[in-house]
């Protein structure tokens, strides 16, 4: 069976481009969607491979992302389009979504967009629609927006840098990905960070109100944390939190805003799970 290294990138046409994905492991679909400058191969492969005994995990580049033709879209809503449309080329009718930061947003519109569809729910180091109380941290910037990001970067971004431990799993889980990783693929441009930078935007102003419709969204939520995300605080949840009936929250102490990264087995044991 393939593996999160093994697995053949595979390229679906949609809208006129060539969308990059890859597909392995057994069981119910579940997409995983990219964070800021994440591509396919920036996932841990320990994580997928966790996840792939029990599900088929579908990876994907967003368009013009990676391997993907085309153009980031400035709206997240357009942005999560893609997901239904690789499920409709893969003949997929149900599926499960995961996303991670930038991604988490994205899984949001998605699961909006298609309730008819969307069975279940993961959200790894991301916030909700709407406006939050707490921003993005400074340090977050600093490390980011970055042309290029090393190990030290990842410290901040993902991890938490005051925890030797911390920094141990932060290596460990650097060294997994790169195992695979093409880092030329991973977008470098400023003019790349403004697209993200503005479809993120679109989530904060939350037209479509996602944000009420949490209160009566009957499919289940999981959304896991680490206790300090520079990116996405975890606090801002919990005002959400006794307005959304079927979401579950874990938090899991001493870790930043990569907590599948730092835990990759207790992350997708929790999931497993949830699951089910």
């Known amino acids: 069976m393939d593996t999160a290294l093994t697995a053949e990138t595979q390229f679906a046409e949609i809208d006129n481009n060539k969308i990059a994905y890859r ?41 013009g992302i990676g391997s993907s033709e085309g153009e980031l879209p ?8 893609v997901v239904p449309q690789l499920a409709d080329y893969l003949g997929i009718d149900n599926f499960n979504v995961l996303g991670w930061s930038y991604g988490g947003l994205v899984a949001q519109a998605v699961t909006f967009q298609n309730q008819d569809r969307v069975l279940k729910t993961i959200l790894i180091g991301t916030n909700p629609p709407g406006e939050n109380e707490i ?21 901040y971004l993902f991890f938490e840098p005051s925890s030797a431990r911390s920094r141990q799993k932060a290596k460990d889980s650097h060294d997994r990905i ?46 896991i944390s680490g206790d300090h995300d520079i990116s996405f605080a975890t606090e801002n949840w919990f005002p959400l939190l006794r307005n959304a009936p079927t979401m579950q929250h874990i938090i899991l102490n ?23």
Do not use: C
Not at 74 to 81: F, P, Y
Not at 261 to 272: D, F, K, S, V, W
């Open 23 to 63: 597909k392995f492991g057994d069981g119910a679909p579940l997409f995983f969607v990219n964070r800021f400058r994440g591509i396919m191969d920036t996932w841990d492969p320990l994580f997928l491979d966790y996840l792939s005994d029990r599900h088929m995990v579908i990876l994907f580049d967003y368009p």
């Open 74 to 81: 400035l709206d997240i809503v357009d942005v999560a389009k």
């Open 135 to 155: 921003p993005i941290e400074p340090v977050f910037f600093e490390h980011a927006l970055k042309p290029v990001n090393d190990l030290e970067d990842e410290y």
């Open 178 to 223: 790169g195992q695979r990783l093409n880092s030329d693929l991973i977008p470098s441009t400023p003019e790349v960070f403004q697209r993200y930078i503005t479809g993120s935007g679109t989530m904060r102003e939350d037209k479509l109100n996602f944000r009420e419709g949490y209160k009566t969204l009957k499919s289940p939520v999981l959304v």
């Open 254 to 276: 001493d870790t930043g805003h990569g907590p599948q990264h730092e835990h990759p087995e207790l992350t997708a044991r929790y999931i497993n799970v949830f699951l089910g």
